[in-house]
């Protein structure tokens, strides 16, 4: 399975992975990816207001937890769950993932748009390279 394939898998982690020596993209290797998720996870943890209120969280900090989809799933979780809310009461939540969903779906699709077809005029592009005979590795 080459490097590509690997990134295709997840295009939103594949949007920070440097393939084909694309110096704008923070990630350089495979085992970076790892090393960003064990920076973010605490992060995310914090930023869903499930060990710290919300309510406490300065405007920056809340505005940039919407980013992650952990933010409105845990939000959600947390009502149903400990609150005893109803459904209609985490709708907000629930429609703000689903939006977050297609936002990053469409961004991933943009992101392959781009890899593949603007960056085949160049020469470095998947398709470019990709064939028969392609054994890229990483």
């Known amino acids: 399975m080459t490097s590509s ?7 939103f982690i594949g949007l920070f992975y440097r393939q084909h020596n694309n110096p704008s993209t923070p990630i350089h290797s495979r085992a970076e990816t790892i090393a960003a998720f064990l920076f973010m996870s605490p992060v995310c ?5 499930f060990s710290w209120p919300t309510t ?3 405007g920056f900090w809340k505005l940039f937890s919407y980013l992650f989809p952990s ?3 845990c939000q959600a979780f947390i009502n149903l769950n400990t609150a005893g809310a109803p459904l209609p009461v985490v709708a907000p939540q629930l429609r703000a993932l689903c939006i977050q969903g297609v936002v990053y779906y469409i961004l991933a699709c943009a992101a392959v748009y ?3 077809f603007v ?3 160049s020469g470095q592009g998947i398709l470019a390279r990709s064939g028969p005979a392609s054994t890229q590795t990483d």
């Open 71 to 73: 933010t409105f799933g």
């Open 119 to 121: 960056g085949r005029k």
């Open 5 to 11: 394939e690997d990134v295709g898998k997840f295009e």
């Open 56 to 58: 406490a969280f300065p």
């Open 45 to 49: 943890v914090f930023l869903t207001g």
């Open 114 to 116: 781009v890899e593949n």
